[in-house]
Protein backbone atom coordinates (compact mmCIF):
# COMPACT_ATOMS: atom_id res chain seq x y z
CA UNK A 1 0.00 0.00 0.00
CA UNK A 2 1.11 3.48 -0.91
CA UNK A 3 1.25 5.73 1.82
CA UNK A 4 0.89 9.69 1.12
CA UNK A 5 4.38 10.27 0.79
CA UNK A 6 4.82 7.45 -1.75
CA UNK A 7 1.79 9.14 -3.95
CA UNK A 8 3.33 12.19 -4.25
CA UNK A 9 6.31 11.15 -4.99
CA UNK A 10 4.46 8.88 -8.04
CA UNK A 11 2.29 12.03 -8.90
CA UNK A 12 4.97 13.81 -9.68
CA UNK A 13 6.39 11.41 -11.68
CA UNK A 14 7.43 13.22 -14.81
CA UNK A 15 8.53 16.33 -12.81
CA UNK A 16 11.00 14.57 -10.50
CA UNK A 17 13.00 13.12 -13.79
CA UNK A 18 13.56 16.61 -15.30
CA UNK A 19 17.14 15.98 -14.47
CA UNK A 20 17.41 13.04 -16.69
CA UNK A 21 15.33 14.84 -19.35
CA UNK A 22 17.68 17.15 -21.48
CA UNK A 23 15.63 17.08 -25.11
CA UNK A 24 11.66 17.49 -25.59
CA UNK A 25 9.82 17.92 -28.92
CA UNK A 26 6.86 20.68 -28.72
CA UNK A 27 3.56 20.40 -30.43
CA UNK A 28 1.17 22.79 -31.55
CA UNK A 29 -1.49 22.40 -33.88
CA UNK A 30 -3.77 24.89 -35.91
CA UNK A 31 -6.96 25.24 -37.96
CA UNK A 32 -6.68 26.75 -41.28
CA UNK A 33 -3.62 29.06 -42.70
CA UNK A 34 -4.25 32.18 -41.51
CA UNK A 35 -3.67 30.63 -37.87
CA UNK A 36 -0.34 29.27 -38.72
CA UNK A 37 1.52 32.36 -37.71
CA UNK A 38 -0.72 32.10 -34.33
CA UNK A 39 0.09 29.05 -33.52
CA UNK A 40 4.00 29.62 -34.10
CA UNK A 41 4.08 32.43 -31.48
CA UNK A 42 2.09 30.12 -29.41
CA UNK A 43 5.02 27.21 -29.67
CA UNK A 44 7.50 30.04 -29.06
CA UNK A 45 6.04 30.91 -25.29
CA UNK A 46 5.83 26.81 -24.82
CA UNK A 47 9.82 26.55 -25.63
CA UNK A 48 10.07 29.62 -22.99
CA UNK A 49 8.24 28.18 -20.53
CA UNK A 50 10.16 24.47 -21.27
CA UNK A 51 13.44 26.00 -21.21
CA UNK A 52 12.43 27.75 -17.44
CA UNK A 53 11.23 24.44 -16.62
CA UNK A 54 14.92 23.17 -17.37
CA UNK A 55 14.68 21.23 -20.25
CA UNK A 56 16.01 21.69 -24.08
CA UNK A 57 13.73 22.65 -27.05
CA UNK A 58 15.18 19.66 -30.06
CA UNK A 59 12.61 21.46 -32.38
CA UNK A 60 9.04 23.03 -32.12
CA UNK A 61 6.38 21.71 -34.83
CA UNK A 62 3.26 23.82 -35.88
CA UNK A 63 0.66 21.10 -37.41
CA UNK A 64 -2.08 21.86 -39.86
CA UNK A 65 -5.39 19.73 -38.28
CA UNK A 66 -8.71 19.63 -39.70
CA UNK A 67 -9.89 17.27 -36.66
CA UNK A 68 -9.48 15.44 -33.80
CA UNK A 69 -8.83 12.41 -32.42
CA UNK A 70 -10.28 11.63 -29.41
CA UNK A 71 -7.89 8.60 -28.77
CA UNK A 72 -4.57 10.58 -29.47
CA UNK A 73 -5.56 14.00 -29.88
CA UNK A 74 -3.61 13.79 -33.54
CA UNK A 75 -4.80 12.25 -36.78
CA UNK A 76 -3.09 8.49 -37.11
CA UNK A 77 -1.04 9.77 -40.22
CA UNK A 78 0.47 12.93 -37.86
CA UNK A 79 1.04 10.69 -35.26
CA UNK A 80 2.95 8.48 -37.32
CA UNK A 81 4.64 11.60 -38.65
CA UNK A 82 5.92 12.69 -35.58
CA UNK A 83 6.48 9.29 -33.70
CA UNK A 84 9.19 9.34 -36.52
CA UNK A 85 10.89 12.51 -36.03
CA UNK A 86 10.43 11.57 -32.27
CA UNK A 87 12.81 9.08 -32.99
CA UNK A 88 15.18 10.90 -35.72
CA UNK A 89 15.87 13.58 -32.88
CA UNK A 90 16.60 10.95 -30.17
CA UNK A 91 14.03 13.04 -27.83
CA UNK A 92 13.39 12.50 -24.39
CA UNK A 93 10.03 13.67 -24.06
CA UNK A 94 7.15 15.56 -25.99
CA UNK A 95 4.88 18.15 -24.85
CA UNK A 96 1.78 19.54 -26.13
CA UNK A 97 0.55 23.39 -26.27
CA UNK A 98 -2.86 21.96 -25.71
CA UNK A 99 -4.25 20.12 -22.67
CA UNK A 100 -4.42 16.75 -23.47
CA UNK A 101 -6.81 14.26 -21.42
CA UNK A 102 -5.76 11.84 -19.29
CA UNK A 103 -6.64 8.93 -21.88
CA UNK A 104 -4.92 10.97 -24.48
CA UNK A 105 -1.84 11.03 -22.47
CA UNK A 106 -1.82 7.37 -21.80
CA UNK A 107 -2.31 6.76 -25.43
CA UNK A 108 0.30 9.16 -26.66
CA UNK A 109 2.83 7.67 -24.43
CA UNK A 110 2.67 4.07 -25.47
CA UNK A 111 3.09 5.12 -29.47
CA UNK A 112 5.79 7.69 -28.29
CA UNK A 113 7.37 4.90 -25.98
CA UNK A 114 8.40 8.24 -23.78
CA UNK A 115 6.99 10.21 -21.39
CA UNK A 116 4.62 12.95 -23.04
CA UNK A 117 3.35 15.92 -21.31
CA UNK A 118 1.33 19.05 -21.83
CA UNK A 119 1.46 22.64 -21.00
CA UNK A 120 -0.48 22.47 -17.95
CA UNK A 121 1.70 20.10 -16.78
CA UNK A 122 4.79 22.09 -17.70
CA UNK A 123 3.36 24.75 -15.50
CA UNK A 124 2.78 22.88 -12.44
CA UNK A 125 6.29 22.02 -13.30
CA UNK A 126 7.71 25.67 -13.09
CA UNK A 127 5.37 26.54 -9.99
CA UNK A 128 6.94 23.69 -8.41
CA UNK A 129 10.62 24.36 -9.25
CA UNK A 130 10.14 28.69 -8.34
CA UNK A 131 7.51 28.56 -5.56
CA UNK A 132 9.40 29.98 -2.11
CA UNK A 133 6.25 30.89 0.37
CA UNK A 134 4.65 28.32 2.69
CA UNK A 135 1.61 29.43 0.51
CA UNK A 136 2.99 29.15 -2.81
CA UNK A 137 4.26 25.61 -1.74
CA UNK A 138 0.90 24.28 -0.62
CA UNK A 139 -0.58 26.03 -3.43
CA UNK A 140 1.56 24.40 -6.14
CA UNK A 141 1.49 21.27 -4.12
CA UNK A 142 -2.73 21.05 -4.22
CA UNK A 143 -2.49 21.68 -7.77
CA UNK A 144 -0.23 18.82 -8.71
CA UNK A 145 -2.47 16.63 -6.61
CA UNK A 146 -5.85 17.57 -7.94
CA UNK A 147 -4.08 17.24 -11.66
CA UNK A 148 -2.79 13.87 -10.87
CA UNK A 149 -6.06 12.43 -9.48
CA UNK A 150 -7.34 11.26 -12.75
CA UNK A 151 -4.26 10.10 -14.42
CA UNK A 152 -3.43 7.58 -10.90
CA UNK A 153 -4.30 4.95 -13.45
CA UNK A 154 -1.53 5.35 -15.45
CA UNK A 155 1.31 4.67 -12.07
CA UNK A 156 -0.92 0.60 -11.70
CA UNK A 157 -0.25 -0.81 -15.14
CA UNK A 158 2.04 -2.51 -13.98
CA UNK A 159 -0.17 -4.15 -11.41
CA UNK A 160 -2.13 -7.80 -13.11
CA UNK A 161 -6.12 -7.55 -13.19
CA UNK A 162 -6.75 -11.36 -11.82
CA UNK A 163 -9.68 -13.01 -12.39
CA UNK A 164 -10.59 -16.18 -9.69
CA UNK A 165 -13.59 -18.50 -8.94
CA UNK A 166 -14.83 -18.36 -5.77
CA UNK A 167 -16.53 -21.23 -3.45
CA UNK A 168 -16.78 -24.90 -4.27
CA UNK A 169 -19.71 -24.43 -6.74
CA UNK A 170 -17.17 -23.28 -9.40
CA UNK A 171 -19.75 -20.09 -10.07
CA UNK A 172 -17.06 -17.25 -12.04
CA UNK A 173 -16.73 -14.13 -9.22
CA UNK A 174 -14.99 -11.08 -10.32
CA UNK A 175 -12.37 -10.57 -8.04
CA UNK A 176 -11.14 -6.70 -8.23
CA UNK A 177 -7.37 -6.79 -9.82
CA UNK A 178 -4.92 -5.74 -7.12
CA UNK A 179 -4.40 -2.45 -9.15
CA UNK A 180 -8.02 -1.53 -9.28
CA UNK A 181 -8.02 -2.07 -5.63
CA UNK A 182 -4.73 -0.12 -5.16
CA UNK A 183 -6.00 3.05 -7.05
CA UNK A 184 -9.22 3.27 -4.99
CA UNK A 185 -6.88 2.89 -1.80
CA UNK A 186 -4.41 5.32 -3.63
CA UNK A 187 -7.58 7.80 -4.32
CA UNK A 188 -8.70 7.38 -0.41
CA UNK A 189 -5.25 9.25 0.14
CA UNK A 190 -5.37 11.75 -2.71
CA UNK A 191 -8.82 12.53 -1.03
CA UNK A 192 -6.87 13.17 2.28
CA UNK A 193 -4.33 14.95 1.27
CA UNK A 194 -6.36 17.38 -0.79
CA UNK A 195 -8.17 17.84 2.29
CA UNK A 196 -5.18 18.63 4.67
CA UNK A 197 -3.50 20.77 2.16
CA UNK A 198 -6.68 23.04 1.11
CA UNK A 199 -6.66 23.44 5.63
CA UNK A 200 -3.47 24.25 5.73
CA UNK A 201 -3.89 26.88 2.73
CA UNK A 202 -6.77 28.08 4.47
CA UNK A 203 -4.83 28.33 7.98
CA UNK A 204 -2.12 30.77 5.75
CA UNK A 205 -4.56 32.79 4.16
CA UNK A 206 -6.24 33.51 7.25
CA UNK A 207 -3.12 34.93 8.59
CA UNK A 208 -2.94 37.14 5.36
CA UNK A 209 -6.11 38.32 5.76
CA UNK A 210 -5.23 39.47 9.36
CA UNK A 211 -2.04 41.07 7.67
CA UNK A 212 -4.58 43.09 4.90
CA UNK A 213 -7.02 44.38 7.11
CA UNK A 214 -4.00 45.69 8.80
CA UNK A 215 -2.98 47.63 5.69
CA UNK A 216 -6.49 49.02 5.21
CA UNK A 217 -6.63 50.03 8.83
CA UNK A 218 -3.46 52.15 8.13
CA UNK A 219 -5.16 54.06 5.19
CA UNK A 220 -2.51 53.80 2.69
CA UNK A 221 -3.33 53.31 -0.55
CA UNK A 222 -2.89 49.89 -2.83
CA UNK A 223 -1.33 49.29 -5.66
CA UNK A 224 -1.46 46.30 -7.64
CA UNK A 225 1.08 45.47 -10.20
CA UNK A 226 -0.57 42.90 -12.44
CA UNK A 227 0.04 41.74 -15.65
CA UNK A 228 1.64 38.79 -18.10
CA UNK A 229 4.66 36.95 -17.00
CA UNK A 230 7.67 38.60 -17.86
CA UNK A 231 5.75 41.65 -18.84
CA UNK A 232 8.55 43.67 -16.33
CA UNK A 233 6.43 43.89 -13.05
CA UNK A 234 9.27 42.88 -10.37
CA UNK A 235 11.88 45.14 -12.58
CA UNK A 236 9.31 48.04 -11.87
CA UNK A 237 8.87 47.48 -8.16
CA UNK A 238 12.99 46.94 -8.16
CA UNK A 239 13.08 50.55 -9.99
CA UNK A 240 10.37 52.39 -8.09
CA UNK A 241 11.80 50.89 -4.20
CA UNK A 242 15.00 49.30 -4.56
CA UNK A 243 12.84 45.73 -3.49
CA UNK A 244 15.40 44.31 -4.10
CA UNK A 245 13.18 41.29 -6.28
CA UNK A 246 14.67 38.61 -8.13
CA UNK A 247 14.62 39.52 -11.77
CA UNK A 248 15.21 37.29 -14.60
CA UNK A 249 14.28 37.08 -17.92
CA UNK A 250 12.49 33.71 -17.81
CA UNK A 251 8.36 33.07 -17.63
CA UNK A 252 7.10 32.93 -13.55
CA UNK A 253 10.89 34.10 -12.51
CA UNK A 254 9.37 34.91 -8.99
CA UNK A 255 5.74 33.61 -7.98
CA UNK A 256 5.15 34.92 -4.66
CA UNK A 257 3.76 38.69 -4.36
CA UNK A 258 6.19 41.33 -2.47
CA UNK A 259 4.88 44.13 -0.69
CA UNK A 260 7.14 47.52 -0.81
CA UNK A 261 5.96 51.28 0.49
CA UNK A 262 6.66 54.07 -2.32
CA UNK A 263 6.67 57.81 -1.87
CA UNK A 264 4.98 59.35 -4.59
CA UNK A 265 6.03 63.16 -6.09
CA UNK A 266 3.09 64.81 -3.50
CA UNK A 267 4.64 62.62 -0.81
CA UNK A 268 1.75 60.32 -0.66
CA UNK A 269 3.11 56.93 0.43
CA UNK A 270 1.74 53.80 -0.97
CA UNK A 271 2.05 50.16 -1.01
CA UNK A 272 3.08 48.46 -4.20
CA UNK A 273 2.43 44.77 -4.66
CA UNK A 274 4.35 42.79 -7.09
CA UNK A 275 2.43 39.75 -8.05
CA UNK A 276 2.11 36.47 -9.67
CA UNK A 277 2.08 37.01 -13.54
CA UNK A 278 -1.08 35.97 -15.87
CA UNK A 279 -0.27 33.63 -18.64
CA UNK A 280 -2.21 32.44 -21.78
CA UNK A 281 -4.57 29.06 -20.92
CA UNK A 282 -3.41 29.33 -17.28
CA UNK A 283 -4.67 25.84 -16.19
CA UNK A 284 -7.86 26.38 -13.86
CA UNK A 285 -6.61 24.16 -11.64
CA UNK A 286 -3.92 27.11 -10.63
CA UNK A 287 -6.54 29.91 -11.18
CA UNK A 288 -8.02 27.69 -8.69
CA UNK A 289 -5.23 27.58 -6.21
CA UNK A 290 -4.00 30.54 -6.86
CA UNK A 291 -7.04 32.67 -6.41
CA UNK A 292 -5.94 33.62 -2.23
CA UNK A 293 -2.35 35.29 -3.81
CA UNK A 294 -4.36 36.91 -6.71
CA UNK A 295 -6.63 38.18 -3.85
CA UNK A 296 -4.08 40.56 -3.64
CA UNK A 297 -5.08 42.08 -6.70
CA UNK A 298 -9.12 41.66 -5.94
CA UNK A 299 -8.46 43.90 -2.92
CA UNK A 300 -5.95 46.56 -4.32
CA UNK A 301 -6.87 49.78 -4.29
CA UNK A 302 -6.23 50.61 -7.92
CA UNK A 303 -4.31 48.37 -10.83
CA UNK A 304 -1.35 49.13 -12.65
CA UNK A 305 -1.31 46.81 -15.39
CA UNK A 306 1.50 46.22 -17.21
CA UNK A 307 1.84 45.12 -20.91
CA UNK A 308 5.70 44.18 -22.68
CA UNK A 309 4.99 46.36 -25.58
CA UNK A 310 7.98 45.28 -27.47
CA UNK A 311 6.35 41.55 -27.69
CA UNK A 312 4.60 40.60 -31.01
CA UNK A 313 1.85 39.08 -28.82
CA UNK A 314 1.77 42.09 -26.39
CA UNK A 315 -2.20 42.86 -27.41
CA UNK A 316 -3.57 39.07 -26.94
CA UNK A 317 -1.36 38.87 -23.65
CA UNK A 318 -3.07 42.21 -22.65
CA UNK A 319 -6.52 40.63 -23.53
CA UNK A 320 -5.58 37.34 -21.45
CA UNK A 321 -4.91 39.49 -18.04
CA UNK A 322 -8.36 41.15 -18.82
CA UNK A 323 -10.12 37.53 -18.91
CA UNK A 324 -8.06 36.72 -16.20
CA UNK A 325 -9.30 39.48 -13.67
CA UNK A 326 -13.00 38.66 -15.01
CA UNK A 327 -12.52 35.00 -13.95
CA UNK A 328 -11.23 36.23 -10.24
CA UNK A 329 -14.30 38.65 -10.05
CA UNK A 330 -11.96 42.17 -10.45
CA UNK A 331 -12.96 42.86 -13.90
CA UNK A 332 -14.34 46.24 -12.64
CA UNK A 333 -11.45 47.25 -10.64
CA UNK A 334 -9.58 50.93 -11.03
CA UNK A 335 -6.89 50.17 -13.89
CA UNK A 336 -4.38 52.08 -14.73
CA UNK A 337 -2.37 50.52 -18.22
CA UNK A 338 1.69 50.78 -17.95
CA UNK A 339 2.82 50.43 -21.88
CA UNK A 340 6.72 48.75 -20.57
CA UNK A 341 9.61 48.30 -22.89
CA UNK A 342 8.65 51.27 -24.80
CA UNK A 343 12.11 51.77 -25.82
CA UNK A 344 12.21 48.06 -27.52
CA UNK A 345 9.04 48.48 -29.34
CA UNK A 346 9.43 48.65 -33.42
CA UNK A 347 5.28 48.48 -33.81
CA UNK A 348 3.94 52.37 -33.35
CA UNK A 349 0.85 50.64 -34.82
CA UNK A 350 0.37 48.33 -31.98
CA UNK A 351 1.09 51.25 -29.33
CA UNK A 352 -1.53 52.99 -30.92
CA UNK A 353 -3.98 50.34 -31.03
CA UNK A 354 -3.40 49.61 -27.72
CA UNK A 355 -3.53 53.08 -26.16
CA UNK A 356 -7.27 53.37 -27.73
CA UNK A 357 -8.21 49.80 -26.37
CA UNK A 358 -7.10 50.88 -23.05
CA UNK A 359 -7.13 54.84 -22.53
CA UNK A 360 -6.07 55.02 -19.04
CA UNK A 361 -2.47 54.47 -20.03
CA UNK A 362 1.44 56.00 -19.58
CA UNK A 363 4.15 54.85 -21.42
CA UNK A 364 7.39 53.69 -19.44
CA UNK A 365 10.62 51.80 -19.82
CA UNK A 366 11.02 50.18 -16.40
CA UNK A 367 14.51 48.96 -17.05
CA UNK A 368 15.96 52.67 -18.17
CA UNK A 369 13.55 54.53 -15.78
CA UNK A 370 11.88 56.09 -18.36
CA UNK A 371 8.00 58.03 -17.92
CA UNK A 372 8.07 57.20 -14.33
CA UNK A 373 7.25 61.06 -13.54
CA UNK A 374 4.09 60.88 -15.84
CA UNK A 375 3.22 57.21 -14.18
CA UNK A 376 3.25 59.08 -10.75
CA UNK A 377 0.79 61.91 -11.70
CA UNK A 378 -1.60 58.99 -13.35
CA UNK A 379 -1.08 57.20 -9.88
CA UNK A 380 -1.96 60.71 -8.29
CA UNK A 381 -5.12 61.47 -10.39
CA UNK A 382 -6.43 58.10 -10.01
CA UNK A 383 -5.98 58.06 -6.14
CA UNK A 384 -8.07 61.82 -6.44
CA UNK A 385 -10.83 59.59 -8.24
CA UNK A 386 -10.69 57.09 -5.92
CA UNK A 387 -11.50 59.39 -2.36
CA UNK A 388 -14.04 61.97 -1.98
CA UNK A 389 -13.98 64.33 1.43
CA UNK A 390 -17.90 64.39 2.98
CA UNK A 391 -19.18 66.16 5.78
CA UNK A 392 -21.70 64.31 7.72
CA UNK A 393 -24.02 64.17 10.94
CA UNK A 394 -24.74 60.86 12.50
CA UNK A 395 -26.73 60.70 15.22
CA UNK A 396 -25.31 59.28 18.06
CA UNK A 397 -28.04 55.72 18.17
CA UNK A 398 -26.25 54.91 14.95
CA UNK A 399 -22.77 54.88 16.27
CA UNK A 400 -21.92 51.60 14.21
CA UNK A 401 -21.73 54.16 10.96
CA UNK A 402 -18.84 56.13 12.77
CA UNK A 403 -16.91 53.01 13.64
CA UNK A 404 -16.87 51.78 10.23
CA UNK A 405 -15.72 55.24 8.56
CA UNK A 406 -13.22 55.44 11.32
CA UNK A 407 -12.24 51.71 10.09
CA UNK A 408 -12.53 52.60 6.31
CA UNK A 409 -11.43 56.48 6.22
CA UNK A 410 -9.56 58.55 7.37
CA UNK A 411 -11.11 61.50 10.02
CA UNK A 412 -10.23 64.93 9.16
CA UNK A 413 -12.07 66.71 11.84
CA UNK A 414 -14.80 65.32 14.85
CA UNK A 415 -16.82 67.47 16.53
CA UNK A 416 -20.79 67.13 18.52
CA UNK A 417 -24.20 68.85 18.53
CA UNK A 418 -26.22 67.69 21.13
CA UNK A 419 -26.86 63.94 19.95
CA UNK A 420 -25.30 64.41 16.46
CA UNK A 421 -21.51 63.38 15.68
CA UNK A 422 -20.47 65.81 13.07
CA UNK A 423 -17.78 64.42 10.93
CA UNK A 424 -15.55 65.48 8.35
CA UNK A 425 -13.84 62.61 6.89
CA UNK A 426 -11.88 61.28 3.69
CA UNK A 427 -13.65 58.34 2.45
CA UNK A 428 -13.14 55.88 -0.53
CA UNK A 429 -16.03 56.99 -3.12
CA UNK A 430 -16.78 53.63 -3.69
CA UNK A 431 -18.89 53.93 -0.40
CA UNK A 432 -19.34 57.13 -0.27
CA UNK A 433 -23.40 56.97 -1.07
CA UNK A 434 -23.97 54.45 1.70
CA UNK A 435 -23.69 57.45 4.10
CA UNK A 436 -25.78 59.92 1.69
CA UNK A 437 -28.64 60.49 3.68
CA UNK A 438 -26.02 61.63 6.93
CA UNK A 439 -24.33 64.44 4.48
CA UNK A 440 -25.22 68.18 5.74
CA UNK A 441 -27.40 70.27 3.38
CA UNK A 442 -24.07 72.29 3.07
CA UNK A 443 -22.13 68.97 1.58
CA UNK A 444 -24.51 68.12 -0.69
CA UNK A 445 -25.40 71.83 -2.45
CA UNK A 446 -21.78 71.62 -3.03
CA UNK A 447 -21.97 68.29 -4.56
CA UNK A 448 -24.42 69.32 -6.83
Not at 140 to 148: D, G
Not at 151 to 157: D, E, F, I, M, P
Not at 298 to 307: K, Q, R, V
Not at 333 to 349: E, G, M, Y
Amino acid sequence: MMNEKTIKDESNLILHEEEKIQRALLISVYHGSQQKMICEEHLDELALLTRTFGVEVAQKVACPLRKYDASTYLSKGKLEELIEKARELKVDLVIFDDEITPAQQRNLQKAFEIPVMDRTEVILGVFAQRAQTKEARLQIELAQVKYEAPRLKRLWTHLSRQQGTSGSGGGGAYLKGEGEKQIEIDRRILKRKIDQLQKEIEEVKAHRETQRISRVRSEIPVFAIIGYTNAGKSTLLNALTDAGVFVEDKLFATLDTTTRKFTLANNQEVLLIDTVGFIRKLPHLLVAAFKSTLEEAIEADILLHLIDVSHPMAEEQAATTHEVLKELGAGKKSIITVLNKIDKCSNPQMIHRIRMTYPKNVQISALQKLGFDELQDVMIQEMSRQRQVVELRIPQSAYACVSEIMRVGNILNQDYDENDILLKADLPTAIVNKYFHYQTRDQEESSD
